[in-house]
């Protein structure tokens, strides 16, 4: 009996779309989703008995693998207090003291339980503590569900936002304008005529939800240069490269201090924690010190910070993000050498422990704009291959693969050798 099949039918029918979240729905993919019941280390496993190599990681958070022992003890051990306190508990402070020592430039924390809210909350801080509405991002970047952010991308020098999504007040997003990732032109002139009524620059330092689009330091430095001229925050959405492809990020691996930066994923270890931080004298326009609100029932949850904590310290032993690297590096030296010979369009693009496999034609794009038609139609059947060799990547050609500790360098023969199989011409 396919037990994955008909969980999923009686999904369809209490839950929008079978998912809590879209893109695991496997729209782009076709098929049904794997319904899972457990997971340990690199290995997922469906209600059906049937084990699979995993390289989504529940897109991000896992770098130590799924139920590494230490966490999940760490979890127990904490649940066995008390779930939730809703005052303050000392895992947060020690959480804080660690996230704020590791990362340049920043002296306050405050937790939140999404990476959407932390981003949706740094934003509210720049726009409090300047007193400017205006936004900018950068189309290709996604940094949550939040309204002002959920912006389409547009060409141009500069477009005003217009929502993407329905349900979004074209009033809420007209202050968000949108640039495209380097153009450092656009960005110095836009700057230069409206910084007076921009409160805030927000990137993805390593722009990894459109693909993985690695940025050249030197836009990025030309990024932190102008905010600063221009009396502009610059906020780096570091959800998913926070903790993840170093110790102190992309400001650390670009060596880059953002004003702001917003946390997520790794730092909540797989239990629900987004987190945003600055100097002492930003972060002091947050309520109950200043007048920018922000509150969370379960924010700083003790479960969720002994999480957090205890992937900190095990990446810090055992000073995971080296091991990552070689990992990552071994993976260049055998996908990545697949994909670059292979008679198709491919081509591996990696940054520590964060991969994409770009199946366009040309040097991989460093923008959106760069973003070919046509890949998606050949990432299905790759996707589908993989799953059939009990593989699993992400169910969207536009998303990112993640190592993590718990990956070998015969799981990556695996995915190389399976990879070289299913690779559509
Ligand atoms: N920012 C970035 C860069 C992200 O990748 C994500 C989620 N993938 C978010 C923000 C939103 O985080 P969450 O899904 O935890 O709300």
Redesign the pocket.
Known sequence: MNQNQTLFDRALAVLPGGVNSPVRAFRAVGGTPLVLKEAKGATVCDVNGRSYLDFVGS?GPLILGHAHPEVVEAIAKAAACGTTYGAPCEDEILLAEHVIAAYPGIDQIRCVS???EA?MSAIRLARGATGRDGIVKFSGC???HSDSLLVKAGSGLATFGVPSSSGIPESTTRPTRVLELDDSEALCQLLRKEGDDIAAVII?PMP??NGLLLQRKEFLQTLRDETLKAGVLLIF?E??SGFRIARGGAAQRYNITPDLV?F?KVIGGGLPV?AFAGPAEVMAHLAPLGSVYQAGTLSGNPLAMASGLATLRALDREDGWSQLEELGAYLDSTLGQILAASASPARLVREGSVFWMSLQEGQPPRSAEGIQAGAAERYKALFHGLLEEGICVAPSAYEVGFLSLAHSRNDIDRLAAAVEQHLPS
Request: proline letters at 0%.
């Open positions: 897109w999404s990476g959407t981003v996604y940094h949550g993805e990894a939800n959405d959800v998913i917003t997520g987004g």
